[in-house]
């Protein structure tokens, strides 16, 4: 793997805050199939989907644009703020070829919005590793059992259990762009300080490609969360 040098990676340092404010507010055409949102849920499906593309609005501002091949973003966020937003505005740019992503914790929204772009043919491929604990967990949460039965009706999308803690998403798009965001917050609306990593690099993709894919490969015949849930 070539290590960066001043030459081919210039990271730029900014941050989310007062700007969260002054979000343009403005009505937006928000492109959603509702179809097996329940009626009940729909308008807050609407609402959370017209947020992110407010957050989007605030990440084009402060950012410019999406990171251009071996560059980098570090951002905090000091107030709401749900990763997904990320996801969203690279998926909207050039359809996602390949997702890989890890994953301790998820909202029923942001549930919704992984199938909206999978459904929709935004994303093509879809991984996702998961901590076991929700596997093994006595309390059943509404986002797991949704993301379970989603993945397991779509032929494109898998589902992996391990022991971990890890936040990322790693997005190959038809533009040949090579993103990767990771951070300390949860796929979900926090107000807690958070911090990220939003590049444009293939070494970093395929970083991460290959240890998911390497827990995707043990799975294929073991339950990951038995082999690694203890720590060996």
């Not at 040098?5 to 941050?15: F, R, S």
């Not at 605030?58 to 703020?81: D, H, W, Y």
């Not at 040949?176 to 107000?191: P, Q, T």
Request: hydrophobic share 40%.
């Amino acid at each position: 793997m070539t290590r960066p040098t001043p030459d081919n990676w210039e990271p730029l340092t900014t941050e989310w805050g007062e700007a969260a404010a002054e979000w343009d507010t403005a009505e937006k055409s928000v492109p959603v199939d509702q179809g097996d949102v329940p009626i009940k849920d729909r308008a807050q499906f609407l609402e959370f989907m017209e947020n992110q593309y407010r957050i989007i609005d605030s990440i084009q501002e402060l950012m410019g644009g999406l990171p251009k091949p071996n560059c980098q973003v570090r951002a905090i966020s000091r107030k709401s703020f749900n990763p997904f937003a990320f996801l969203l505005y690279v998926a909207d740019a050039s359809p996602v070829v390949e997702l890989f992503m890890a994953i301790y914790r998820i909202d029923i929204k942001s549930v919704q919005g992984l199938k909206n772009l999978v459904e929709s043919g935004k994303v093509k491929n879809l991984t996702i590793v998961l901590s076991s604990f929700h596997k093994g967990s006595a309390k059943v949460e509404k986002w797991h059992l949704a993301l379970k039965s989603w993945a397991e009706q779509m032929p494109n999308v898998r589902l992996i259990y391990c022991w971990t803690h890890a936040k990322i998403i790693a997005a190959h798009t038809e533009n040949d762009d090579y993103f990767v965001i990771e951070g300390s917050g949860n796929l979900s609306s926090n107000a807690r300080i958070e911090q990220y990593l939003f590049e444009n690099r293939r070494e970093s993709f395929e970083f991460h490609k290959t240890w998911m894919e390497d827990v995707r490969s043990i799975s294929a015949k073991n339950d990951v969360s038995e082999l690694v849930s203890d720590g060996n």
